[in-house]
Structures are given as C-alpha cells and as structure tokens.
C-alpha cells in the first residue's frame, strides 16, 4: 500500500523528468494508493510514447495488474518476440501474456502459454527468479526430475510448494488423476496450517514433513500450477462437481468454538466472514476489502455473522464486530482443518479470493467470493459462476476498486435468501 509520501515523491520526479521510468512508477504507486482512475490515464497516455520492447513490456505488466488486459495484451505482444534473446524477460513477458489471455476467457491460447512455460528448459529460469537473491542452487541438481510430459506409473512423485494455502486447496484435485496415471505414492510439500486437512482430505498423499529430503529420494518432483497445466483441458474439465476434500470423522473442535457455536440462531442464517488477507499478492490493495465496506451486509437482521478473520485485528474492526454481534471464530481457529469443521456447521461463507474460499468450495460448501475486476486469472473472466466449484456463486467488481454496487447486490441477493 502506498503512503501519501511515496505518492508525492514519485508525482515530483515525473514532473521534473517525465521519462517512461518515472512514468512506471508514477503508475504503481498511483494503484497502491488506490488511484485507479489516475493510474489508468498516465498508462493509456504511455501506451503510444514506449520506444523499446522492454519498456513495452513493463507497461504491459503494469496494464495488467490494472485490469487493461486487452490494451496489456497488445503491448506484451509486440514485445514477446524482440525479447526471445533474454531468458528472464522473455519467461516473464510470456507468463504475463498468459494471464491477459486467461482473464479475457482466452483460454486455450493462454493455457498453451502457460504449458510452454512449465516445460524442463523454463525450469532453471523460474526457480532463479522466485528464489531468493535469485539463488536457485538448492534446486539445480534435480533439474532432470521435473515433471513434464512423462509417464508417471510407478514413480514416486513430491508436489513442491507453490503459492499459498488457498493455491494447493484449489489445485490439488489433481492428485487424483496422478493416481489414475499410476504414480506408485504422492508426497506434498505444504504449509503446516495445512497439515492435519490434508492428512484427513482423502487424496491418498503423504504430508512432506522434510521436502528437501524428499527432492533427494523422490523420481519425479512437480508443482501444484504445473499440474494445472498438465490436467486442465478445457476451463470446464476436470470439474470438481461435489467435494473432493474429506474430513475427519472424529476431529474435536477446540471447547472455545464449540462453545460460539452452541448460541442458537433463532432461525436466522448463520455466516462466516473472510475480508482481508495479509499475503500482500499482485492482487493487492484492491483484492482485500475493509470491513465496514461490508457494512449493508452486516445490518441484515436474518443473518447472524462469525468472523473467520485469522490474525490482528484492528481497533476499528473489533469495535464493528462488537457492535453488529459478530462472533469471532478467527481468535480460536488453529489450522484449516478446524475452519473445515466450523464450515460445516455454517450455512454461508463469505470471502475475499483467499484460501477460505477455496476451502469452502474444495468441501462443496456455499461460498459468495467478492473478486476485484483485476483478479486472479484462475477465474479466467467468469461473472457469476465458475467451473472451479459447482457451491460457489461470484460477485466480481466492473470497475476495479469500487466495490459499492457489488456489495449492494450481494445484500439484495442476501435478503432474498432470508
């Protein structure tokens, strides 16, 4: 998030040196302040003035995480092919492409894309980029057993960690055609809030407790996006049609939910609520909300709210909480495998585009998903309904960063299900 010095410094040094660099960044921290509209104009005046592919592609990027991803998808274009010559440029300009692609509902185009980039010889490159100080030689020696196009019958495969808690939620349903191609065991690299679900889940894998041992021992090694790319056909297969997480049948809810939980309802909707995420992804500052942002759900009196909010909570947060009686669950949730069970016992989540919602979905669970207009490209450009889960309904922003008119829908929606 930009602060209001930041923004001054960066429209100081474009006024004084308006060159496409000061321009760049004049443009991110216009959208980190949440200056949309600003940020848009200053990118639409550039588009024409950029002189090098390079610059064409850093305005590109910035389009994008804009939400301009047809005029992104002209620039990245342009400058895709003159940077072929630069390994680093070049796997960044075309992952990028892919994601305009996939948010415009080019979905086989992007997914080729994107299936190039997941190939052996993209590997070094990739994991240079996301290690840190672009140290991959932890990863080097078992460059030779990425999972590609091979069979896996047989073979003893580990799900690398990738992205976050709500990713893995969401991809690995592909555990299951691993299994149907034979792989003789699955080991998965995950986050440890993650651990308990997915001993418990049903997919038959083996929580990688030291996954740097098992990169040693394992045949093949593979990440949950890549399997994406291996198994996704189409936006609509495989489709998970009911829920393909299970749980476990004797799990105890800590006495202090349990306890928040026994509060009768009195005939009334019971809700969970998911608004802000502290992962600080591209999504950022718009895929998170404020919780007074929510406030025309909250005064609906057919509804009792749980807050499934994990971490610190602000002042102003507590103080809404109090007063519109929402029970706060997050304060005791230990792990996703306790938010799993408490989701069983609610009638509706609503969430911002985190894990929650995919955990909601991942069990079939109802879920309402607020999603900006500039989302992840997984939602590919869905309005009401995806394919990703058959329980979910979305509410996505037309303009990115004004969530007024899809709150207001939700709560139309919310009192006619009351």
């Avoid at 991803?69 to 680093?88: G, H, K, R, T």
């Avoid at 909010?309 to 669950?329: F, N, T």
Wanted: some cysteine; charged content about 20%; overall charge negative.
């Amino acid at each position: 998030m930009t602060n209001l010095n930041e923004l001054i410094a960066a429209y100081a040094a474009y006024q004084t040196d308006g060159n496409v660099g000061t321009a760049l960044h004049l443009i991110r921290q216009l959208r980190g302040a949440g200056k949309v509209e600003d940020a848009i104009a200053l990118a639409n005046q550039w588009a024409a003035k950029t002189a090098t592919p390079m610059e064409r592609a850093q305005l590109g990027v910035d389009m994008s995480y804009l939400g301009m991803f047809a005029q992104a998808e002209v620039l990245l274009e342009e400058a895709a092919p003159q940077l072929a010559s630069n390994p680093d440029a070049s796997y960044q300009v075309e992952l990028e492409l892919s994601i305009v692609k996939y948010c415009q509902g080019k979905f086989h185009q992007a997914h080729l894309l994107q299936k190039s980039l997941h190939a052996p010889e993209w590997c070094e490159v990739w994991t240079r980029l996301a290690s840190p100080n672009q140290d991959n030689s932890w990863f080097l020696p078992y460059l030779d057993k990425v999972l590609h196009k091979q069979p896996v019958a047989g073979k003893s495969i580990l799900i690398s960690s990738e992205g976050g808690a709500g990713d893995l939620l969401q991809l690995c349903r592909y555990v299951e055609k691993l299994r149907q191609e034979g792989a003789a065991a699955i080991y998965c690299s995950a986050p440890r809030s993650l651990h308990g679900l997915l001993r418990n889940a049903g997919l038959g894998i083996v929580v990688a407790e030291n996954p740097d041992d098992m990169m040693r021992d394992c045949d093949l090694i593979t990440w949950p996006f890549a399997l994406f790319t291996r198994y996704q056909q189409s936006p609509y297969f495989p489709r998970a049609a009911d829920s393909y997480l299970t749980l476990a049948r004797d799990y105890v809810l800590p006495e202090s939910i349990q306890e928040k939980l026994r509060v009768e309802a009195g005939g009334r909707q019971r809700i969970g609520l998911t608004w802000r995420s502290n992962s600080g992804v591209r999504h950022e500052p718009f895929r998170s909300i404020e919780l007074t942002t929510l406030l025309p759900l909250l005064e609906n009196s057919s509804a009792e709210f749980f807050s499934l909010q994990v971490g610190e909570l602000s002042e102003p947060e507590r103080m809404l909480m109090a007063h519109h009686r929402i029970v706060d669950l997050g304060a005791h949730l230990r792990s996703f495998e306790d938010t799993a069970h408490v989701m069983e016992r609610l009638d509706l989540v609503i969430s911002i585009d985190s894990a929650p919602a995919h955990l909601a979905g991942a069990r079939n669970r109802p879920v309402w998903v607020l999603l900006a207009q500039a989302s992840d490209y997984r939602w590919y450009d869905s309005q009401r309904y995806t394919p990703w889960y058959s329980s979910m309904r979305l509410y996505r922003q037309t303009r990115l960063g004004d969530w007024q008119p899809v709150i207001a829908e939700m709560a139309e929606a919310l009192t006619r299900q009351g």
